[in-house]
């Protein structure tokens, strides 16, 4: 069974800060996504990354998606508050419909 | 444009009691996923349903819980004699098609309470 593990768990920064969150699995992702979650609601797509090596850029939010696809990170830049929220990493089983979750990290920005 | 709709935001059961949660997916969205949170938790994979069918129920406890998504209207995840343990968010997500880089769009969940 794939694992998806997310570090760190929790994070508290102050407003204008960099931070990189990590998301590792034991197996190759067929795919990868990167989900941000406020709370009293429900996750909200950011990206999805599939090329070994892929760097997407979201605004401040830069994704990169590891040579052997086992890992993935987030690195935001110029942290605000309005990005605080649990950020989850998704990665399907094996190219099927069902995702798995990892634990996810909860970001606090501070003002 | 309404995204993934769920109802009712809350709902409050005392044990023993039946839980109907509803679930309408994006316009044009055939395929609908049910997943379970709990408190400081990340989101558990319970159902997978398209039209008439269940794809796959795997995360599913084999007792008290169904789902359906009918021909007609919204998809419902049904949960019988509740406990405690069920206190949970459930998720609904839909996409257009099965499988990698479809993505999800959700809901944003039924907060289950059971007193």
């Known amino acids: 069974t794939q694992l998806l593990e997310q570090s760190p768990q929790f994070l508290s920064i102050q407003e204008g800060e960099n931070l990189t969150v990590y998301c590792n699995s034991s197996?190759?992702?067929?795919?990868l996504q990167w989900y941000r979650q406020e709370p009293g609601e429900g996750p909200v797509l950011l990206v999805t990354v599939v090329t070994g090596g892929e760097v997407k850029k979201l605004k401040r939010l830069t994704f990169q998606f590891g040579d052997a696809r086992k890992d993935s990170s987030l690195h935001i830049t110029a942290a605000q508050p309005g990005d605080t929220g649990l950020y989850l990493c998704a990665s399907d089983t094996s190219g099927t419909y069902k995702y798995i979750f990892g634990t996810g990290t909860r970001l606090k920005v501070l003002a | 444009n309404a995204g993934v709709m769920q109802n009712p935001r809350h709902l409050v059961r005392r044990r023993g009691q039946e839980a109907r949660l509803r679930c309408s997916p994006m316009?044009?969205?055939?395929?609908v996923y049910w997943y379970r949170q709990l408190p400081e938790e990340g989101l558990k994979f319970m159902v997978y349903?398209?039209?008439?069918?269940?794809?796959?129920e795997s995360g599913m406890p084999k007792e008290r819980f169904s789902a359906e998504f009918p021909k007609e209207g919204p998809s419902i995840l049904r949960i019988q004699q509740v406990v405690r343990g069920d206190s949970a968010a459930y998720f609904c997500?839909?996409?257009?098609?099965?499988?990698?880089?479809?993505?999800?769009?959700f809901g944003s969940g039924t907060r289950l309470t059971v007193v």
């Open positions: 349903l398209q039209k008439e069918n269940i794809i796959d």
């Open positions: 316009k044009g969205h055939s395929h």
């Open positions: 997500a839909s996409s257009p098609g099965g499988g990698a880089d479809n993505g999800y769009t």
């Open positions: 197996s190759v992702f067929s795919s």
